[in-house]
């Protein structure tokens, strides 16, 4: 195993590997930040992590390596995911600016930061690498062991009641007690009449015998959707999906393939 | 090949995080590039482990690893709660610091 | 013996003390308490007088140290006191005099329900005064100086509720305080001159200084004398000065404080024989003085107006004299002394009369009173008589000895001055004349209605009562008036004579006036005969004037000088046209001037501030993401920091 | 251990502060007569401090006491009196009483058509004073630059809420009006003199560095540094000394108040009640002067010379302007403060001349000022009290009603204008004397101040005093006991010290011949010395 070889100079071949993955690295990281998706952002970080997990190993952080496949983009990915679909896969975010100069100012100052950084690294003397090949002697599991169970341990403990208290806060704050009776239909209808804006029921989505999810909305009689018939949580990830349109283009080819075939009758009685 | 690139490439990944968090309005993206950055802080932890020829440095990512984990609950709870009130998740909506 | 001059001084200062401090239960009794202690400081001064005599001319000076004073460094000032024959005569006049008029007062302010105030008023006078005499360093006598402008201060204004009076006692305070400003500048230079301010020290070393010092300390004297004594330019005060009680005009502004300038100028002799021009400027005053005064008293109808430009020319002489040198020392004293006599019984005489007419002062509304008042009309007479320098009388020793040195200080300068003495003299001549006859000859003007009189608007009629006129019934002053009168009438004759019998006065008081003969151009005999010949025309004169003809009571418009001379030659409108308004206006736009620029820089700073921060306050537009980009600037710009502290 | 004598004094009033704050609010009468106890306890510590007090012993500071405070910054809690801070303390532990006794009534609820719509919470107001009171004791007492510097600043605290919380019920245009336009004032006074502080704050921590590298360890202490000056131990480059004593003189000049600078006290004594009023002008100013004397020219000898020409010209200015205006002013309080303003002058200009005359006659002019100026404001609040208006124009021939009031007030007017044989006369010209002895054209032109005086005491007693007598003053009552009780004392005092302030010089002299020496000034000597035996030639 090149654990105990591992030198303060990379290999070649790991030199190879960082300029190759480590371009991926960033392209992944560019497109987290630049895709309109969510979902396409949580990917390609996922991909990012994965590199990096890969970059771990090569560092002799065999441990940190797994752990980062497992729980990163094993765990917390998916936990993004879960969130994600939960408020919306489609929820495309435009890209375009609201706040006044927000960009400039953060292009400005990232820039400004990594150069600094870069630079920072670059005037720090860290010429002079010893490998982790003693410290990973004992293998490298087993030295973080030692290390947490001894120096770190008490550390250790705070970061495990840190985690309770997370899982504890996450529930609090996404768990919602219902306190009150649900109203029954009689209440809702009266209530209904009450603010009478909108005395009937809503009305069901779907267009008849077209097409009947729930992200499509009813037309009304003059072929516009209608928005209520939608339900909010869809309308709010701004997801209907306006059939109108799409239907009278669908209407047209109907036309057209029943015209072809008709031209083609013709050309057969020739 | 100097095993200093890693760093350069965490000090990358970390400005391209930052830049994320700054330019973009869903709250959840922003999670992620926090995430990026939390990552590429560990990179350069590892690296500096490997550069000091002890295992602190990993010991240190593993624990950001955790804490980063237990951010990640909270925080995308409290985005899952904001959504169900707002019915939105851009971070613009919710600017409630100002008077 | 010389523990006693303290006690001169404290004497009536208790009086003062007891009569302000003790309330309304001295009221009954005030008046002879205030009397009381004006004769207990009287009859301190007699043996001390003796005591003075009793030794020779050498020896006639006594000291009293009682404590120091301010010592801080070289400066040392301490209360004590000298007593040499310079003071004793003053001591002797002002307790005289001051007593007799006390005793006058008690009939005078009979009806005034604040009586027993003036008295306190008039003990705090005479303590002031006699502290100004019997001082022997500046300081001293500079607290005494300010203390005689306090009493004086309240003594004009003794009537406050009238706004004329209030007035008058504020101007003559201020005029004054210019005047004590040269006082205290003085000393001020006596001080880094001598590093003392002691007579003694200070005269001994006149010597050894530079006569450009002594000059200074002169000037700055002579402006304090002007001040007090009334001389030009700071005389404008003693004319509304007259607003005070009649007493407190004949006591303070004819006898006594005013002259306090010829003493302090007297007392610096030395100072001033060292300084030439010092002493012409002295004798300029004086003479200007002298003849300003009496411009302006022959065009007054007021009486008590006329009777003090009487008193600023008669001052005029003494400054004259006093600015003579040695040869004038002496007799500015003695008129000084006569003066106070005479002048103190004309006041007196006018203040009987007003009591008589309802407090009337508008000689238009006097004549033929002689019949009605003969004590006062005797008393007054003789006064006249005295002023006018009738050969015999007081007057007429004092004023011809004056004349004379004027003549003989020699040179066309000498000439100038006696002039000018000899033309005063025919002006007091004419002057008070005049005020004789329209008092008490003449037809009875008073039976008749007052027409209101446009020549003097400031005259406020007093004896008329709305609707129909009662015309005011003459009468004579109760004996507690007439008798201070007919004393001082008594000295007004015979002080002069005694006086100049075989020079006493002048001996008595060469020890400290070193004194020397002057050498008039003309012989002696001539000047008197002059003197006299220039008296008579100006009685002459003033018979054809107001003798022969009627007196109109509502007074002509008069020559251009007239009128001018009516409002004092204009200098009061000068006063009020430069300094009152124009200082006026200096304060308001100065106020002004406070709010809007220095306060309006610390409020324009204040504002600029809060328009800053409302600037910054837009940076905090409450996104999340704008924060987190300064979070990462500052970020950077700390890196930045460590990298440069890291001298990169 | 000796008794700390000195703590205790400046402890006494602290302790009544907190202990006349804890009176339960009902109990107001039991509040105010617990404040003026311990003030007179003050004032019998003060005496006694006077009286343990050596003039002339070796040594610049007397009834010392010294401990560490913070050892890592050097600052020591170190006190110690010279003849000044005697005579100072000895003014704020006398005046204080009277203050209180004035301001008997000034913090009762109010009464009237709407019954305590404003509380006004009595403990408050007595407890405030006496704190003022136990922050200017010390300051007069510290020795140690730091200590000096906090309890300088914390002196605002008790003032801001003395101005801004207690007007007099004479506001014109209503209680909401002269609420606000207090407000206003008491922020004012507090921000101007705050600016000042943390300047000064500044050049208290450059002293420190200065002498944090050039003695080793750095220190905050007067005595040890001006001893590091003599031995030449110390030596401030003349840059950082001109910066440093310009920081330390800004504050000064800010409290003093020195032209132009002094826009904050007419607004802070109009607003305020009268005892509130004189508290500021009477006892707090006298801070910023007195340090002047003790630690800007001892501290910075030469910059202080440097800076002694323009100081004396704007010395100058704040004379003749505070008179110019004061003239010019409507308001009887707004008045006073421009008076006092003239008399900053006079006392700063006296400072500045660097004469034995010049500064013993400040000395003297800090205490007569503070006498004459309680006499004269305090009478002015009775006045006010009576007719509920600050305005002359609204009072006139009050002398006729209340002849006693108005005596007292023309006492105290003359002692402004310092007549002769009164105290202020004293101080007054010993500083005109000592700035003449060495600056000639400045002592003349100050001269001018005394007939300037004359002017605005004389009017403002004409207009209210005399004159025929206004409708509403008819039926003024005059002085009640209590009032008189304020004034009289006062004005005794004025008398005594104008007659025989031997003593006071006594206490001065040896305190102003040692910073003279510190700041290595000799009085000019006369051009013609008068021998000794002059008086025998005679």
Partial sequence: MTTTSLAAEASTGEAVQFWILGTVAVLGALSTILLKRAVHSALSLAGTMIILAVFYLANGAYFLGVVQIVVYTGAIMMLFLFVVMLVGVTAADSLKETLKGQRWLAAACGLGFGILLIAGIGNASLKHFNGLGEANAGGNVQGLAALIFTKYVFAFEVTGALLITAAVGAMVLTHRERTERARTQREQSEARIRDGKQVTPLPAPGVYARHNAVDVPGLLPDGTPSELTVNPTLRGRGQIRDVSGESLAELKALEQRSEERLGRSEEAKR | MNPVNYLYLAALLFTIGAAGVLIRRNAIVVFMCIELMLNACNLAFVAFSRMHGNLDGQIIAFFTMVVAAAEVVVGLAIIVSIFRTRHTASVDDASLMKL | ?648 | MSFPLLTATAAVPAIGAIATAAVPAAKRTVAKWLALLFSLATLVLAAVVAVRFTPGAKGPFQLTESHAWIRSFGVRYELGVDGIAVALIALTALLVPFVILAGWHDADPMEGPEPNRRWRPTQGFFALILAVEAMVVISFEATDVFLFYIFFEAMLIPMYFLIGGFGDRAGSGGEEHSASLRSQAAVKFLLYNLAGGLIMLAAVIGLYAATADQLGSGTFSLTEIVQARADGKLALGTGTERLLFLGFFFAFAVKAPLWPLHTWLPGAMGESTAPVAVLITAVVDKVGTFAMLRFCLQLFPEASSWATPVILVLALVSILYGALLAVGQRDIKRLIAYASISHFGFIIMGIFAMTSQGQGGATLYMVNHGISTAALMLVAGFLISRRGSRLIADYGGVQKAAPVLAGTFLVGGLATLSLPGLAPFVSEFLVLVGTFSRYPAVGIVATVGIVLAALYVLVLYQRTMTGPVKSEVRAMPDLKARELAVVAPLIALLLFLGVYPKPLTDLVNPAVDHTLSVVDQHDPRPDVPVKADAEAAK
């Fill in chain 3, 1 to 648: 013996m010389e523990n006693l001059i303290a006690l001169l001084v404290a004497a009536p200062l208790a009086g003062a003390a007891l009569l302000l401090c003790g309330g309304r239960r001295l009221d009954r009794a005030g008046h002879w308490i205030g009397t009381l202690f004006a004769l207990a400081s009287f009859a301190l001064a007699v043996p001390l007088f003796t005591e003075l005599l009793g030794r020779d001319a050498e020896q006639r000076t006594l000291h009293q140290h009682l404590f120091s004073w301010i010592p801080v460094g070289g400066f040392q000032a301490d209360v004590a006191f000298q007593l040499d024959q310079l003071s004793m005569t003053f001591v002797l006049l002002i307790t005289g005099v001051g007593s007799l008029i006390h005793i006058y007062s008690v009939g005078y302010m009979e009806h005034d329900e604040r009586r027993r105030r003036f008295f306190g008023y008039l003990n705090l006078f005479l303590a002031a005064m006699l502290l100004l005499v019997l001082a022997d360093n500046y300081l001293l006598l500079y607290v005494g100086w300010e203390g005689v402008g306090l009493a004086s201060y309240l003594l004009i204004g003794f009537w406050q509720h009238k706004p004329s009076a209030a007035t008058a006692a504020k101007k003559a305070f201020l005029v004054n305080r210019v005047g004590d400003m040269g006082l205290s500048i003085a000393i001020m230079l006596m001080f880094t001159t001598f590093g003392t301010f002691a007579f003694g020290p200070v005269l001994g070393a006149v010597g050894e200084t530079s006569e450009g010092k002594l000059t200074a300390i002169g000037l700055m004297l002579l402006l304090a004398a002007c001040g007090k004594s009334a001389q030009v330019p700071l005389q404008s005060w003693l004319g509304d000065a007259m607003e005070g009680p009649t007493p407190v005009s004949a006591l303070i502004h004819a006898a006594t404080m005013v002259t306090a300038g010829v003493y302090l100028i007297t007392r610096s002799g030395a100072i001033f024989n060292g300084a030439p021009d010092a002493q012409t400027a002295v004798v300029v005053v004086g003479a200007v003085t002298l003849l300003f005064g009496a411009i302006v008293g022959c065009a007054k109808d007021d009486i008590k107006k006329a009777l003090a430009g009487s008193t600023m020319s008669q001052i005029g002489y003494m400054i004259l004299a006093a600015g003579l040198g040695p040869i004038g020392y002496a007799f500015a004293i003695m008129h000084l002394v006569t003066h106070g006599f005479f002048k103190a019984g004309l006041f007196l005489g006018a203040g009987s009369v007003m009591h008589g007419m309802n407090d009337e002062v508008d000689m238009r509304r006097y004549g033929g009173l002689r019949k009605y008042m003969p004590v006062t009309f005797i008393t007054f007479g003789l006064g006249y008589l005295a002023i006018i320098g009738f050969p015999g009388l007081s007057g007429f020793f004092s004023k011809d000895k004056i004349i004379e040195a004027a003549f003989a200080k020699g040179g066309t300068e000498g000439w100038i001055l006696g002039g000018a003495a000899l033309l005063g003299a025919a002006i007091t001549a004419f002057y008070m004349t005049r005020v004789m006859l329209m008092t008490f000859f003449g037809e009875e003007r008073w039976r008749k209605a007052p027409t209101p009189s446009p020549a003097e608007p400031s005259v406020e009629p007093a004896a008329e009562t709305r609707g129909e006129y009662t015309p005011p019934h003459p009468h004579e002053s109760p004996k507690s008036m007439t008798i201070p009168m007919i004393l001082l009438a008594v000295g007004s004759v015979a002080a002069g004579g005694l006086f100049s019998i075989n020079e006493a006065f002048v001996k008595w008081l060469e020890p400290v006036t070193d004194f020397e003969h002057g050498h008039p151009p003309l012989s002696a005999s001539a000047i008197t005969t002059a003197t006299i010949v220039v008296m008579v025309l100006g009685v002459a004169l003033a018979y054809f004037q107001y003798g022969r003809k009627p007196v109109p009571a509502v007074a002509p418009r008069g020559s251009l000088l007239t009128r001018a001379a009516r409002r004092d030659l204009l200098q009061d409108d000068f006063n009020h046209a430069v300094l009152v308004r124009g200082g006026g206006e200096l304060t308001r736009a100065l106020v002004q001037l406070d709010h809007s620029v220095v306060d309006g820089a610390v409020r324009g700073t204040a504002a600029s501030m809060g328009g800053l921060s409302g600037r910054l306050r837009q940076v905090q537009n409450g996104f999340a993401r704008s924060y987190a980009v300064q979070m990462l600037g500052g970020a950077a710009v700390l890196i930045a920091a460590t990298l440069l502290m890291r001298g990169v």
